[in-house]
């Protein structure tokens, strides 16, 4: 079989000893394009016996939202999840070690969290090394990502594990871009601009596209930013994953007032101490606000709301939503809800299944 670790390398490689100019955008396109493809291969889960992702990680997702913490080893990871998680058994915590990943549960406000610690996703996961396939299969099923960095260490730590998770597919606090591409059986290739971007341009995409042997399609870019790996990333929509990122630097308590303040007015990014008890309840709130959930509360019809039980459901959620949530046949027997709080015109407001509700609405479902 031959190698793909060593294909990617011969690669990498090569676009490192290619310099970036107008002569070469192309041949650097078309690499880009191989070596996504190839990485993809890479990660493809193997089949057949054996292929058990192994203790730790094919944790289920229980819970309302899932977060992974990736980091270096030494930045506090341990440390903030014993702060913000309940503690786990002692059982968990030794089948588990740090060698895999330790789920914990954060609660907050009636939700339950369910935080991962994925040990480290650090230079070689992407690569297909040791247990790094897992390891990013679990980071690929959260709702955010929390990078826990070490403030008095130097900014590469950062770099490095965006690259390592932009190698694996994961697109941090990005929008898919906006581009369509339709593959078609017949017809040949359809490539068109709305505005004519800076940076690409119809050759580039019909090399990349021939490359992946995609001969009878449509594309309209529609964004006059986009670029080469862009379009790869649409070529490869399946394998990619848009999540937000919460960049969490810890020990700031040895660092220096000028420093940290310039941190902490980094976009998605907060700053704590754990060894002071600094700022980790507001690391805790911006995880909160990041994941976007909304808490609702039930109301039975004569009875007081439930308040000491949350009902959670995403932003943007209707009704509908709120039904599916409480049980699959609910809508079956919908009549009309009531509704109490923010999203109410005035209260209690009768609506139907596709009333979008707010943070701390009280809800009550009325049947048929
Ligand atoms: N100065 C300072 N030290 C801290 C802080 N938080 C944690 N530490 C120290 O940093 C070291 C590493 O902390 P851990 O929580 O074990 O780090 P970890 O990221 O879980 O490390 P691994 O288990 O190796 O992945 C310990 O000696 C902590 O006492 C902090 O806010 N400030």
Request: charged share 30%.
């Amino acid at each position: 079989m031959v190698n793909i670790t060593e294909k990617i390398k011969e690669i990498e490689d090569e676009m490192r000893r290619t310099q970036k100019n107008k002569a070469t955008e192309y041949h650097l396109g078309l690499l880009k394009g191989k070596l996504a493809r190839l990485r993809a291969q890479l990660l493809e889960p193997v089949g057949g016996a054996g292929s058990g992702g192994g203790a730790g990680f094919d944790v289920s997702k229980s819970g309302d939202a899932r977060v992974a913490l990736v980091g270096f080893p030494s930045v506090g990871k341990s440390t903030f999840l014993s702060k913000i998680t309940k503690t786990k058994s002692e059982a968990a915590a030794y089948s588990f070690t740090t060698l895999t990943a330790i789920p914990g549960v954060l609660e907050y406000g009636g939700a339950e969290i369910q935080i991962l610690d994925l040990p480290g996703i650090i230079e070689g996961a992407s690569e297909g090394k040791g247990r790094g396939r897992q390891v990013i299969s679990a980071a690929k099923t959260s709702d955010l990502i929390l990078m826990i960095l070490d403030a008095t260490k130097r900014a590469e730590q950062r770099a490095l594990l965006e690259a390592e998770l932009d190698a694996v597919g994961i697109r941090l606090n990005k929008e898919p871009p906006n581009i369509y591409l339709k593959i078609k059986k017949a017809g040949g290739m359809k490539i068109s601009f709305a505005t004519p971007p800076k940076s690409l341009d119809e050759k580039m995409v019909y090399n990349v596209l021939r490359d992946y042997k995609i001969l009878n399609c449509e594309v309209l870019v529609r964004d006059e930013n986009a670029t080469i790996d862009d379009f790869i990333d649409v070529i490869m929509k399946d394998h990619r994953k848009y999540i937000r990122c919460l960049y969490v630097y810890n020990k700031v308590d040895s660092i220096g007032l000028e420093f940290l303040d310039a941190l902490a007015r980094e976009p998605y990014t907060a700053v704590m101490s754990c060894e002071l008890d600094l700022g980790v309840q507001d690391v805790v709130e911006r995880i909160w606000k990041e994941l976007r959930l909304m808490r609702l509360y039930t109301k039975r019809k004569g009875e007081d709301p439930k308040f000491d039980e949350a009902l959670i459901v995403r932003k943007d959620s209707t009704i509908e939503d709120v039904c599916d949530q409480i049980h699959r046949t609910i809508k079956d027997t919908f009549k009309y809800a009531m509704v109490w709080g923010a999203s109410a015109r005035h209260v209690p407001q009768r609506v139907g299944l596709a009333h979008m509700v707010a943070d701390e609405d009280v809800v009550s479902i009325v049947a048929k």
